[in-house]
């Protein structure tokens, strides 16, 4: 078998030795094809994969609440969920290895450089010690704040290594965010702003000035201690789904509706909505079920839009390795002749193009890597896929390694390859190799 295989791929490279123009020209409208279909991809692998710090993506689930007020005609009140509503309800689930909460609203902390002479702004995500439990931070120095510091409202910061670059700074020193002293306890490697979810020039814990129990605007809500300006991220303990979450979130649901009812004096009803990361991210058919099925179903559009960059550059390669038959039919009949099953000739022919279809696959790919480098900090292509929401900061837009290298993309492009591989070349050899053995002779005649 080996054998068999070493003698195909030998007699592929001598063929493209042969023909370089045609090598070149199949290589060459591969590459374009399969690129066009992985950049589609590596967004999506971006959006979806467990990309360090988000390493816990496939276990997260993401909160949104809803109080309702009944006795007003169902009308209901949004809002983020307060500290003790995360500390008496998620934090005491079974199924919930780390719950944090983020401020909801985007805070920009101004310091001076390290020379004095400009004030600069920088992303501050604004959360509590559990948010380095459910992202892996690469701590260069320090620490993350702990619960302790938490729980004491002590002015405390995490800094990215640009920041502390742009500062001075390192651990153990204290810097002026908006004019407060805060003391540094650790800096981190720089998170890329594509990875929405934990990036930021600084992390500050909530407890100290800007975590308010009422959200801010809504004063129907003034009454219910559960209701904050915190977003929930909920990390699952390994074998827990959302469905299990939901069953045994439920007795706590009644619990915190019994209470938010007496402390407003109507009947409220507290309606909280699960995302996992998917369908936090991609959400082409929302329909409130969430399970393989229903992610089958939200893949069905981009699938379709990789197929169809891969369908039509077919096409025109089909026709390139019709003309190519052309050129062998005398070849095959003389093979044919000597006794060479159609079935064993077809499968050479497919095995040719297979592994020039790869090797322009190996080049797709590159080249999609490339192209996304080109627009990766474009401020149209971040909006566009909502990668970027602060103008005023010092996020990095720089692209790791292991947002394009993974096995699921490398399965991606294989498939990608071996899909464009079979359209283009199976219809043309198939019907070449057809042709009576006579008529594949005396075809140069």
């Keep these: 078998m080996i054998n ?37 991809a590596i967004v999506f692998n971006i959006l979806l994969a467990d990309i360090p710090p988000e390493v816990h993506r496939s276990r997260t689930l993401y909160l949104l609440n ?51 002479q400009n004030r600069i702004p920088f992303y501050a995500r604004v959360t509590d010690h559990e948010f380095f439990h459910l992202y892996e931070f690469r701590f260069l120095e320090g620490r993350p704040f702990s619960e302790k510091e938490f729980r004491d409202g002590e002015r405390v910061a995490v800094i990215s290594d640009k920041v502390a670059d742009v500062l001075g700074a390192g651990e153990g020193s204290t810097v002026l965010f908006n004019e407060k002293p805060y003391h540094v306890v650790g800096v981190v490697k720089s998170v890329s702003v594509f990875l929405t979810e934990s990036a930021a020039d600084v992390y500050v814990p909530y407890s100290e000035v800007y975590y308010s129990q009422t959200p801010i605007s809504d004063r129907s809500s003034a009454s219910v201690s559960y209701s904050g300006n915190l ?26 509706k019994a209470v938010a009812s007496t402390q407003i004096g109507e009947h409220v009803d507290w309606v909280i909505d699960v995302d996992t990361h998917f369908f936090n991210r991609v959400s082409f058919t929302r329909d409130g079920e969430q399970d393989l099925v229903h992610e089958a179903k939200n893949l069905i559009t981009p699938a379709i839009l990789m197929l169809l960059l891969l369908f039509l550059p077919a096409i025109n390669l089909s026709g390139l390795v019709s003309n190519r038959m052309e050129g062998r039919r005398a070849e095959m009949g003389i093979r044919k002749a000597f006794g060479a099953k159609r079935r064993t000739l077809l499968s050479e022919v497919i095995h040719e193009n297979l592994i020039l279809t790869l090797c322009g696959g ?38 790791d390694i292991s947002m394009f290298v993974t096995p699921t993309l490398f399965i991606i492009v294989f498939l990608c390859c071996a899909m464009l591989n079979l359209m283009a070349a199976l219809i043309p050899s198939w019907t070449s190799l057809r042709k009576p053995i006579v008529e594949s002779l005396n075809q140069k005649r």
């Design 4 to 40: 068999k295989f070493l003698l195909l791929l030998r007699h592929a490279f001598a063929l493209i030795r042969d023909d370089k123009l045609y090598s070149a020209i199949y290589i060459a409208g591969t590459a374009v094809a399969v690129a066009s279909a992985m950049v589609v």
């Design 66 to 116: 809803t109080f309702i007020n009944k006795s007003d005609m169902g009308s209901g009140f949004r809002s983020g969920c307060s500290l003790e509503l995360i500390d008496s309800c998620f934090r005491q689930m079974k199924c919930v290895e780390a719950a944090t909460g983020i401020y909801n609203t985007q805070t920009t902390f101004l310091a001076y450089t390290k020379d004095q």
């Design 231 to 256: 977003a929930v991220r909920i990390l699952l303990r390994k074998g827990c789904s959302r469905k299990d979450f939901l069953e045994e979130l439920e007795p706590f649901r009644q619990h915190v």
């Design 362 to 399: 190996m080049v797709g790919w590159l080249l999609a890597w490339f192209v996304i480098y080109l627009i990766h900090d474009n401020k149209v292509f971040l909006r566009m896929f909502d990668f970027h929401s602060n103008a005023q900061s010092q996020l990095d837009t720089s692209l």
